[in-house]
């Protein structure tokens, strides 16, 4: 913002003075603090109050490692005039509340850690602390100073400032968040999310006496913070802000899963239609579902209705006159496949780290003319599946299969397809449908 000299004024700017002048500690506030008003403000859109909020806005979108850079180089510049050290220090760096500082790795702003029962967000140091001053002694020592170095402590100043917002900001955003959603950050498990808005993380935050918050730097925090989550999986904090149709559809798809399970081992003879999926979400969960939004989170999963799932077999009735499992090594290989064609099943063994049980660890589906041939290929780890190859070499793995006389690609599809019907996802190793 371009500053326009007005009558008497110096034209070197409003930071010289004449010998003698004080300068106010009131000018030090604002040239350097963000606003606490909310950005809808019915003030004019060139008063220096919307700039400030313009400048906080742009700041809390701004990646960690461009925050971070901007804080180091304002505390160099702090330091280097004894302002962050000394006895009596104007700056002081303190630990921002409901955050914590740690180790971040590349690419994430921050990291979720599990501390004494509690998850907490671990940010990088400079992201995670409030800076402290005394306006008084600030403003005294501009006082004693040239106007360039007056400029360049400001300017420094105002950075500190932002990013004490910024950590305010983000610590009472968390912690509100920790709060709500201790169940899936325990667990991670999207079924376990509550809705949650963002006028509610507002409201709530407020009443805890964060009065920086409001409803626009909520939702930019929270677009703008990537963390670590404890499965290792790497999302912002919007993540944990669903709303009421994505959670219902996460708890849709839980109990289809469950569905599916029943239906494959024979303990449910016919498919659960949208009200009765209303009703167990209900009963489960303890809130309310309509039958209509159950509907509308089935389309959107890609469903189909219970009289079609009804009518599509379940997997396990495909496979009958399969072989006996057996260990994917090239003696068992030689000993039992046969050097006929028909399709296989691959699958992990129980216990293995990557064993799905919903699928019986089922990873992949294939054909072939000569099955000892195309199963010695697997058990040496020299297929082009590179996924496949990884699995066999770093877990048991097991096959069966069956001789078949007639054509083998629509077999091996309807095997494909009946699994996809059976389990609502194709075979984690199949790259391509049949």
């Known amino acids: 913002v371009r500053h326009a000299p007005a009558t008497g004024e110096s034209p070197t700017g409003p930071c010289a003075r004449p010998p003698g002048a004080r300068y106010p500690a009131s000018i030090v506030d604002e040239a350097a603090k963000p606003s606490r008003a909310p950005l809808h403000t019915e003030r004019r859109p060139d008063t220096p109050e919307i700039v400030r909020q313009i400048v906080l806005a742009r700041f809390l979108e701004r990646p960690p490692d461009a925050v971070a850079l901007a804080v180091e180089r304002a505390e160099a510049i702090v330091w280097r005039h004894r302002l962050l050290a000394g006895r009596v220090p104007a700056i002081q760096r303190v630990p921002a509340p409901g955050v914590a500082a740690g180790e971040v790795p590349p690419g994430a702003c921050g990291v979720v850690e599990p501390r004494d029962g ?8 400079r992201c995670a602390a409030r800076y402290e001053i005394d306006r008084a002694r600030l403003a005294a020592w501009l006082d004693r100073t040239d106007a360039g170095t007056r400029i360049r402590v400001l300017r420094a100043v105002r950075t500190l400032h932002l990013a004490t917002a910024r950590s305010s900001i983000t610590g009472a955003v968390w912690t509100v968040l920790a709060k709500v959603q201790r169940r899936y950050l325990a667990s991670c498990d999207a079924a376990e999310l509550v809705p949650l808005t963002a006028r509610e993380v507002v409201r709530r935050a407020r009443a805890a006496g ?91 999963l890609a469903v ?26 090239r003696r068992s290989v030689i000993r039992r496949a046969p050097r006929a064609p028909g399709v296989y099943e691959l699958r992990i063994a129980p216990g293995q780290p990557l064993y799905e049980p919903t699928c019986s660890g089922i990873v992949y589906v294939g054909r072939a003319r000569d099955l000892r041939a195309r199963l010695l290929v697997h058990a040496g780890a020299s297929a082009r599946n590179e996924r496949l190859v990884s699995l066999v070499r770093g877990s048991r793995v097991l096959f069966r299969f069956r001789v078949e006389s007639g054509e083998l690609r629509p077999i091996e599809a309807e095997l494909y397809r009946r699994f996809c019907d059976t389990y609502g996802h194709h075979p984690s190793c199949n790259r391509v449908s049949p």
């Open 118 to 125: 509690a998850p907490v967000l671990v940010l990088p140091t």
């Open 304 to 329: 189909p209705g219970a009289r079609e799932r009804a009518r599509s077999p379940a997997y396990m009735s495909a496979t009958t006159g399969f072989s006996a499992l057996r260990p994917l090594d």
């Open 210 to 300: 964060a009065d920086l918050v409001d409803a626009g730097r909520v939702s930019r925090t929270l677009r703008a913070t990537a963390v670590v989550f404890p499965d290792g999986s790497t999302h912002p904090l919007a993540i944990l802000c669903p709303s009421t149709r994505a959670v219902t559809a996460a708890r849709l798809s839980k109990l289809l899963e469950r569905e599916r399970e029943l239906r494959a081992v024979g303990r449910l003879r016919r498919a659960w239609n949208d009200a009765e999926l209303a009703r167990r979400l209900g009963r489960i969960h303890g809130a309310p579902v309509s039958p209509r939004i159950v509907c509308y989170c089935r389309k959107r």
